[in-house]
């Protein structure tokens, strides 16, 4: 039974195509005739619409679609649009059973994927690779495709084709017996239905996650929780196809789950129910009949006949499985599984009705099918049958020689008559063969005669959708000239809120263009500020140098002099006290004149100038620091060349920074950084002095604090003091290079 319903699943996909692609062609036509329509949009709505030629019957017309959109396809940079229509042509083609051009197309959809960036496409061309090694009896190299597929759906982002991935690795797993990866993959397509609300897609997650559970009931029956969960899901899945029936693309399973549901009624000790069994047979009948889905219809058939012989009713049991028989044959596709499985039925029901040659006969056919599907294997109910028909043989041919050693011919009379009974029989037999066939052609005649009115209720319907088309048009004109009547309305307004935001943003233009000409003079202010500032620095420097040079050259010169003329006496004193005395002035001469240096080399470091602002910094620190303070210098990365005069700014801040230190810090070690990354300079001066309280110095005007903030105001660039009482102070000051 589970191997049915496999087959039942991976059919119904062709069969709903047909039914459902006379709608899905209108839609797209009109989707066709849309104005406005990229190349690449056009192309991809043409390749469904002849998918749903190709499902409408019209194949030499998808074909050609499909053959002309290649042409451009293939010109493009882009592979997405030759890889789905290639992709689609090549299902089309498995479906006609032509192999060979199916693999040809999917091995150059597969060739076109690899052209794209499109993840949606190349999910799809592996779905339809997978379809196609499915169908090729390669289920493994199938369910990578399928995986593959999924895998960059999920990149994508989208929920197209996971469905119909879902239904394929679902159906492999059945077929597997693998029933719990199964459960994962009908479990994952009801919360993809869930996710998106299509209701086809819903319909196909209870049908899928309803035949899961029957599964595992059907392995172990210890517990009825599965099979009541398979009859909830079943349910709902019928009454979503009768709530939505308009909008259901697959007519075949609904007959499919109603079928279902009688087998549970009529299957299972715990569900058995005949009523309900008849209910959803009849349901399940009348719908398959309806859509000309004759497996369904031999299912149904079946369920009847087995209530005809639990009623003692032989002849209607083999009468029904006789029509059975009959709706099978019907099929294009029809499951051997299925007719295998008929053929054994009416061989038991004949044999039970004693009639062995007819008993014979069916279970031959059944031999046939069966050796085509699977091994020659559980032949003993032939080999039983075929034993009693040669056991009756022999009994004949031991009377006949009994009978004539004893010479009786009275003995031989009887067994002529019992040879003309059975002769009777036999033409009864044929008779009754002959009346089973016409009762065959009978049903098939009453068959047509329903197709015919429903092919009448159709051309009804179809007239009630032209006067419903002519009443919609009219509708349609009176809801153009209303839409007239309100565009001119809407116009006017329009209009009127155009002229209202026009005053509004001249309004609003003005207001900006204040706000730039006041931007614009802070600007200027801010330019005069930093011009001023930098002749005020550089009237500054230029002082210091003068100083420098008065102090180097005039005083440096006259205290030179004086410790030469000094020298010159000290051989001529004689007493040691006059020696030592002048000894002393001479060190205190040279005291003097180092201290004048190191004022003159402040004013103007000669260094900076020489060998750069890194050199200075480094010589500043080292001549300050002593066994009271440790001056560390690390100058990082500096790389860039500065403007002299900028040079010149960053060390004075960092004289009056470490000038700071020295002063008022009570620090014993202290650390100058200078810094470079990329083209902004960063100078960190660090102290473990005594610190101080950054909220009441926060507002201090001392003018060393005022000779640093102008000075990185000239820069252009932030300052940022860390300080603590007891925790030492931190300047952090960043700035453009030039």
């Not at 209303?482 to 509004?504: C, Q």
């Not at 205190?588 to 080399?601: K, N, P, T, Y």
């Not at 950084?673 to 909220?695: H, P, R, S, Y």
């Amino acid at each position: 039974m589970p191997r049915i319903y496999i087959f039942l699943f991976l059919s119904h996909l062709l069969i709903s195509g047909s039914l459902f692609a006379q709608r899905g062609a209108d839609t797209l036509e009109a989707a066709l005739r849309r104005p406005g329509l990229e190349k690449g949009e056009r192309m991809m709505l043409l390749g469904k619409y002849a998918s749903a030629l190709f499902f409408r019957g019209q194949e030499e017309e998808a074909f050609s679609i499909l053959r002309q959109q290649l042409i451009q396809a293939r010109r493009m940079p882009d592979g997405k649009y030759a890889a789905y229509l290639y992709a689609i042509r090549g299902m089309s083609r498995r479906i006609n059973d032509e192999q060979d051009a199916a693999q040809h197309d999917l091995d150059s959809a597969v060739h076109y994927a690899a052209r794209t960036q499109d993840a949606r496409i190349k999910g799809y061309v592996d779905y339809c690779r997978g379809w196609l090694q499915n169908r090729d009896n390669q289920p493994a190299d199938a369910v990578n495709s399928f995986i593959s597929g999924l895998k960059h759906l999920e990149a994508a982002g989208t929920d197209d084709f996971k469905g119909a991935i879902y239904g394929e690795l679902y159906s492999i797993y059945a077929e597997w017996n693998d029933y719990s990866t199964q459960e994962k993959y009908a479990r994952l397509n009801l919360a993809l239905a869930a996710r998106t609300r299509n209701p086809n897609t819903v319909f196909n997650a209870y049908r899928m996650i309803g035949t899961t559970f029957e599964y595992q009931y059907r392995l172990n029956s210890a517990t009825t929780r599965p099979l009541d969960s398979a009859y909830h899901y079943y349910t709902q899945a019928l009454r979503l196809y009768e709530k939505r029936r308009s909008v259901m693309e697959s007519a075949s399973d609904y007959a499919f789950v109603a079928i279902n549901l009688a087998n549970i009624f009529t299957q299972f000790e715990a569900y058995r129910q005949r009523d309900s069994a008849l209910k959803y047979t009849n349901i399940g009948l009348e719908d398959a009949l309806r859509t000309k889905q004759y497996s369904f219809v031999a299912n149904a058939y079946g369920i009847l006949s087995q209530f005809s012989e639990l009623d003692g009713d032989y002849k209607t049991a083999a009468d029904l499985m006789v029509k059975a028989l009959f709706y099978i044959q019907q099929e294009t596709l029809y499951d051997k599984n299925i007719l295998y499985s008929t053929f054994l039925r009416l061989s038991q029901l004949a044999e039970r009705d004693s009639n062995y040659i007819d008993a014979l006969h069916y279970y031959r056919e059944y031999q046939q099918v069966y050796q085509d599907v699977y091994d020659a294997e559980k032949m003993a109910t032939g080999k039983r049958l075929e034993a009693q028909y040669e056991a009756e043989k022999k009994e004949k041919q031991l009377a006949f020689m009994q009978l004539d050693a004893e010479r009786k011919s009275g003995e031989i009379d009887r067994l002529h008559f019992r040879d003309q009974q059975r002769a009777q029989q036999l033409a009864y037999m044929q008779l009754q063969d002959e009346k089973n066939r016409q009762q065959l052609s009978l049903a098939g005649l009453r068959a047509q005669q329903k197709e015919q009115e429903l092919s009448l209720a159709n051309l009804r319907a179809r007239q009630r959708d032209q006067e419903l088309k002519s009443i919609q048009q009219k509708m349609a004109y009176n809801r153009r000239l209303n839409t007239v009547y309100a565009l001119l309305i809407v116009a006017s307004l329009g209009a009127l809120a155009l002229m209202i935001y026009a005053y509004r943003q001249r309004s609003k233009s003005m207001k900006q263009q204040s706000r730039m000409h006041g931007l614009e003079i802070q600007r200027i202010n801010k330019d005069n500020e930093i011009i001023t500032l930098s002749a005020m620095l550089d009237g500054q420097e230029k002082e210091r140098a003068r100083l420098a040079r008065d102090l180097h050259d005039g005083l440096g010169g006259l205290l030179s002099g004086t410790k030469i003329e000094l020298s010159g006496m000290l051989p001529m004193l004689e007493q040691d006290g006059q020696k030592h005395l002048l000894r002393k002035t001479l060190g205190r001469i040279d005291a003097a004149v180092s201290e004048l240096r190191l004022v003159a080399h402040n004013l103007t470091p000669e260094l900076l100038a020489r060998q750069g602002l890194a050199a200075a910094l480094r010589n500043y620190c080292e001549n300050l620091s002593n066994d009271q303070l440790e001056i560390t210098t690390q100058i990082v990365g500096l790389k860039a060349k500065m403007d002299p005069i900028r040079e010149i700014v960053v060390y004075r801040i960092v004289q009056e920074l470490v000038n700071n230190v020295i002063k008022h810090a009570k620090a014993s070690t202290l650390l100058v950084q200078l810094q470079q990354n990329g083209k902004q300079l960063f100078l960190t001066v660090e102290d473990d002095g005594k610190g101080f309280d950054m909220t009441r110095a926060g507002n201090s005007r001392s003018a060393g604090l005022l000779n640093i903030r102008s000075r990185v105001a000239y820069l252009k660039g932030d300052i940022q003091f860390h300080a603590a009482p007891g925790e030492g102070t931190a300047v952090e000051i960043n700035f453009p290079i030039n």
